[in-house]
């Protein structure tokens, strides 16, 4: 893996996502988290982008205790993974660099 994007911004809001996922590459992972993961909604602005990304082999993911905490469980594209705080860990140890979009 190349980069680990970390958005915690929601797209319904912010245009943080968008900037995040005009640069990501194949290669690249992105973690939702906090009100990020209003992104991994199936009705989400960036909904399409993400199907997108993801076809090319950008990998998604969602912190499991964000999305439970806002009730979105069973909202969620399909494209986008749940993960523990330890997954995020490791992902970030697995990643070359990190970029926090804030």
């Not at 319904?12 to 005009?22: H, R, V, Y």
């Not at 993974?81 to 995020?88: A, E, G, I, K, R």
Request: glycine residues 4%.
């Amino acid at each position: 893996m190349s980069i680990l994007h970390i958005v915690n911004k929601s797209p319904f809001q912010d245009s943080t996502m968008n900037s995040c996922l005009a640069i990501c590459s194949n290669q690249d992972s992105v973690i939702l988290i906090e009100d990020g993961v209003f992104g991994a909604l199936l009705t989400s602005p960036v909904a399409s982008d993400i199907k997108k990304l993801s076809a090319r082999g950008t990998r998604f993911y969602a912190l499991t205790n964000d999305v439970v905490a806002r009730g979105l469980t069973e909202k969620l594209l399909p494209d986008v993974n749940l993960v523990s705080y330890q997954d995020f860990v490791s992902l970030s140890i697995e990643c070359k660099q990190i970029q926090s979009w804030y």
